[in-house]
């Protein structure tokens, strides 16, 4: 009989992180400098990020090491298994295989520790002493937190208001670990507060919790920023994931045909799927799959073109797909979705054609992972749910014997009045309107 769990032994967790940077068939357009709109000078990062995350984010080695000191921490969880879905493949009626990577094993029950570990690493070998970070559904800042208090760091988490209120014991959790924690938009910073005076009522948005963050680093001198998805370096450690599915699937004898993934900043799915970008570029047969949220269709609906990462314009520009960073989200139940932009590395390939992505509304997701509740027994996050959405509607066009890979990001064990809303049909859908994303894109900048 076939194993339901393909366990990689922990002597065989890769050491290197593989860098996607030097092998992309189009070069990556350079972030630039927000006031001069010219290539941003490292030395410029540095106020907001240690030197080692700088030198990675713009790293031409395709390897490269990770430290000790990561690996003993990430061998409180790794490598995770990868999971054939047996049960669901018969729900679900398919003659193709389903297989999920189970992120949701680690401490903070997500995939986020992969990189909160070595950033709160490098900082704390910089003598950093606090760093302050945005979280949306709570995921990233409990996945920081723990990893500060893996290093003795303090740890400031700004939330988006939304979520804050919506999952409480997030709050509680980071408390927990030792982290302290604002809804934002907060008090405790000017752009906070220009947005409380302007809009009391502000429900928050991830654009704008990372300018609270940044700048609260920016004028702290012992504070640092982390970022929990989007930029290189976040996306770089998070190939563990990819990494160890390769190598699974070639313990299992399979190799995959289609790889889906949820995507906020693109994090997790670019984890599991820039490790197969030399094998696809090379011409093996492998589809990639973004999934989204209809609500905040970035890579579906957004315009590819430099923006800024955030509501204050503090961050460098990127070329992403964007909604524009003004950008304010429904309060869908998946907040780690609601970003306004996404991975420059990822919406590099979308637009080269490498990577398809899709768009569904949230009950249809909530519907799937009910269905993989009752089949496979684990409580998807909200965001999670949109991946599982992918993988089935994959794995229904999918021919008999291909082989669907789908990244599992997190549990919902933190999000169960979520489920208690849909359950009791309280959830309603949003499509985003047209007029909202024309009229948010003229504050971008034009860039010849
Ligand atoms: C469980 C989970 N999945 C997915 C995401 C989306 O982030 P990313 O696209 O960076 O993986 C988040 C973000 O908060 C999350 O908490």
Partial sequence: ???????LPESEMPSKWYNAL?????PLAPPLDPQTKKPVDP????????????????SPERWIPIPQPVLDVYRLYRPTPLVRASRLEKALGVKCKIYYKNESVSPAGSHKPNTAIPQAYYNKQEGVKRIATETGAGQWGTALSFACSMFGMACTVYMVK???????????????????????????TRTGRAMLEKDP??????????SEAVEDAATHDDTKYSLGSVLNHVLLHQTICGLETEKQLAMAGDKPDYLVGCVGGGSNFAGLILPFLPRKLAGENIRMVAVEPKACPTLTRGQFRYDYGDVARLTPLLKMHTLGHSFMPAPIHAGGLRYHGDAPILCNLVDEGLIDAEAYYQTDCFDAAKLFLQTEGFLPAPETSHAIKGAIETAKKAKPGETVVFLYSGHGMLDLASYDAYMSGKLTNFDYPEENIVEALKDCPVIG
């Fill in 1 to 7: 009989m076939d194993d339901v769990k393909i366990v």
């Fill in 22 to 26: 030097p092998d992309l068939p189009t």
């Fill in 43 to 58: 030395d410029q990062l540095a106020v907001i990020f240690p030197r080692a995350v700088i030198e990675q984010e713009l």
């Fill in 162 to 188: 939304v979520s804050y209120n919506q999952k409480p014991y997030r709050k509680m959790l980071i408390n927990a670990y030792g982290g302290e924690i604002f809804a934002s938009p907060s008090e405790m």
């Fill in 201 to 210: 009522d502000c429900a928050g948005s991830l654009g704008l919790a990372i």
